[in-house]
């Protein structure tokens, strides 16, 4: 397992004070995650954001029927660019692609400035659309892009997936269980999980509860971890230094599954310094590491014609 630098090599002494003052007010925090840390992080970058409005934004349109099935495409323009979607988190019952004008509309435009048509999505959430509604809705986008992607400049061919939190869990949902695996590993290049939530079991907060049930004997079922054996795409797994111990756990747990379903252990970065949502709020901000880490992975993976 690598770490993320937290202090990037070559920043001016002024932006490397600013940073390690970032750093201090998350360490702050502490290792715990709810609506007001979500908060104050995204508090902490907004003044911080280096990343500029993509060329061309395109916002709201709609991948399904349901209100919540919408997209916001990213680019600066051209042609047959390599395709990245990025789901959101949420605690299963919450978050939007759009949460603020700028969050999280700097992943979009992050990686339109390096060369990727990105979208960011939202989806159904639980409570009123439970397991696995998710899942189908990621996969409803996937074949929105198929069809799509084309026409906004992008070679739906080279597609990556990229998933923060529960956003995790419905990209990991997608690609693993069996009602969507064998056309996720038709079209899907590579995929990049956040401090994700792959393994439902007792006790459950209450927006796991609201997504997955109370049913316990369908827990195994509705977990990712479960079903790893049925897809080889290249995954990369990150963890922050102040996710909270059970979030951290799930992503050891699941690279451990990977692991023993491949027979070798995914990529596997820890994110020093940050805490459960500042490595996708800090991307497009001076703090580089955790935008850079991400870049370094999809341009190696969605690079060049697909495999035969």
């Known amino acids: 397992m690598t770490s993320s630098h937290p202090q990037p090599a070559g920043l001016a002494s002024t932006d490397d004070k600013v940073l390690q003052k970032l750093l201090a007010d998350i360490r702050g925090f502490g290792a715990r995650f709810d609506l007001a840390l979500n908060d104050a992080t995204r508090a902490l970058y907004e003044p911080h954001l280096e990343v500029a409005p993509a060329e061309i934004e395109k916002a709201d349109l709609a991948y399904g029927p349901h209100a919540r099935h919408r997209l916001d495409v990213f680019s600066v323009g051209g ?21 603020t004008p ?13 060369g990727f048509l990105a979208l960011t999505m939202n989806y159904r959430l639980g409570g009123t659309d439970p397991w696995p509604a998710g ?5 409803a986008v996937v074949e929105w892009i198929a069809k799509n992607a084309a026409t906004l400049g992008g070679d739906a061919n080279r597609l990556g997936l990229v998933g923060q939190s529960s956003g995790c869990c419905h990209v990991a949902s997608y690609l693993f269980e069996e009602a969507t695996a064998a056309a996720a590993a038709r079209q899907v290049r590579a995929a990049v999980l956040m401090s994700g939530y792959y393994k439902v079991k007792p006790p459950l907060a209450p927006g796991q509860q609201a997504y997955f049930g109370t049913d316990a004997t369908q827990f195994e079922l509705r977990s990712p971890a479960t079903h790893v054996a049925r897809s080889q795409v290249p995954v990369m797994l990150t963890l922050a230094q102040y996710d909270p111990p059970a979030i951290a756990q799930q992503t050891l747990e699941f690279a451990s599954a990977l692991t023993g379903a491949r027979g070798a252990c995914p990529p596997l970065h820890w ?20 935008g850079e880490l991400l870049e370094a992975f999809l341009q190696a993976h969605l690079a060049g014609a697909p495999a035969a």
Request: charged share 20%.
């Open 79 to 99: 042609k047959d660019l390599p395709v990245v979607l990025y789901v959101h988190g949420g605690g299963f019952v919450g978050g939007d692609k759009r949460a």
């Open 102 to 114: 700028n969050f999280y509309a700097n992943v979009g435009r992050y990686l339109a400035s390096k």
């Open 135 to 139: 899942r189908d809705d990621v996969g």
């Open 271 to 290: 994110l020093a310094g940050h805490n459960h949502v500042s490595g996708v709020l800090s991307i497009g901000t001076i703090h580089r590491d955790s």
